[in-house]
């Protein structure tokens, strides 16, 4: 991506503008399905972003053909509530709200995987964690019918940049980011550092930032490597902005905001934060600002189902052909 002169005509890119097409498709999948979908969600803290996000999906879902169940537990039963959720044949999508326990228990992490990986439509348990970093892209190889499920917000910023035409689609598929350079600013494991991994599995250079320092995620020199690389290096911030054509940041709270006067004339930025990341002033240089992906990400989520449910019709038909 070509340096560009001083944005002063920034095209500002509302969420809504991309997930409305990835519904429209979701509808069309959703008529060829043998029942609508049931998603479950399971919400055992007392936090209101979790509460808002779950009336939120729940609206969602009803207003697109899906059923939609919030059922309200406490931390001593999540587990046994997620365990007989994955074998009721009446519910084909489990969310879980986080977080539910103190970050450093890393119980989290554990419930995460508790979700069968028929029914996780976050993509968080460990089969397709495992498939993501290793870029495993179909769980039925060689025939490669059935697609992993990804990260609602990961997957959900790499439709944005589609949409936006940062993938070069004349590029094979799984080198669509070659020659691309991007800085992401978050590197949690539920967010950040996937993000990374699938920007990288696709061809792109990628600065991943946190507190504690960056690291590079490449797919090696040439691209050769079938899965991303992994690099502490010793730049700072400042020194990777002005080479970045995108700029992705989702840093929780309004303490930290993106030091524009590093921005690359023309960068792609995009906020995938609760809070505002980048100043308004970044419409002065970026070319195209994205301030925020919620309703895409809830797309994503039921894709996700759509393609859950999808295994599990053919599971079935395999069973009773059998």
Known sequence: MASAPPATGCKVVLANSVAQSLLNENKETLAKLSKKPLLVGFLANEDPA????AEYTGKTCLENGFDFELRNVSK?????AIVSANTDDKVQGIIVYYPIFPAESRRDQYIQSVVSPKKDVEGLCHTYIFNMYQNVRFLDAPHNTMKSILPCTPLAVIKVLEYLQ???????YGNRLYGRTITVINRSEVVGRPLAALLANDGATVYSVDISGLQMFTRGEGIKAKKHECHDISMKLEEVLPIS???ISGVPGNGFKVPLQHLKNGAVCINFSSEKNFTPEVKQKASIYVPAIGKVTIAILLRNILRLA???DATSQSVLSA
Do not use: C, F, R
């Open 50 to 53: 979790a509460k808002t996000y």
């Open 76 to 80: 001593d039963d999540i587990e046994e």
């Open 166 to 172: 940062i993938y070069n689609s004349i590029l094979p």
């Open 245 to 247: 054509d995108v700029v």
């Open 310 to 312: 999808q295994i599990q």
